[in-house]
């Protein structure tokens, strides 16, 4: 594990609390639907997400104009992506139990597609939108340490 990966992970923890907190509100207080709740979340989640990994996870000094497209771009496509594959697996895992209530199987769902986006997002920003070209061999040594 480097340092990186750490603060993107402390990073995380922040947008995951807010987002899922917004994401069960907005499915259980408001009856809103799977996609329309995690869609709104996940957004709340990914404008925190931006500005504390562009400062602190990733030090980038790159231009804001080049990254927030491609931000954009890396966030929908992994939401689209994990909360896609986190209700298909639910629901192939879940579906021959007739008992089990839709407001607990997008629960779960809600929290596999929270871990795979994680995944997914970490390297998506990592490798596209903060990459560091302009760091140098002693500070990328120090970032893996």
């Keep these: ?60 000094q790159g231009s804001v104009k080049k990254s927030i497209p491609m931000f954009i771009i890396v ?6 992506i994990a909360f896609n594959l986190g209700a298909k697996i639910i629901d192939y895992i879940l579906n021959l139990q007739d008992f089990i209530s839709l407001n607990f199987k997008n629960d779960l769902a809600v929290l596999i597609s929270s871990g795979l986006y994680t995944v997914l997002n970490y390297f998506g920003q990592k490798l ?4 560091n070209e302009n760091m140098t061999k002693k500070q990328l040594e120090n970032e893996r340490m």
């Design 1 to 60: 594990m480097n340092k990186t990966f750490i603060r993107f992970i402390a990073v995380g923890i922040a947008n995951t609390i807010v987002g899922l907190s917004l994401i069960y509100l907005l499915l259980h207080l408001f009856g809103l639907s799977y996609w329309i709740s995690t869609f709104i979340g996940n957004s709340l989640g990914a404008c925190i997400s931006y500005i504390l990994n562009r400062n602190f996870t990733f030090k980038n």
């Design 75 to 80: 966030i929908l496509t992994c939401y689209f």
């Design 128 to 131: 596209l939108v903060f990459k």
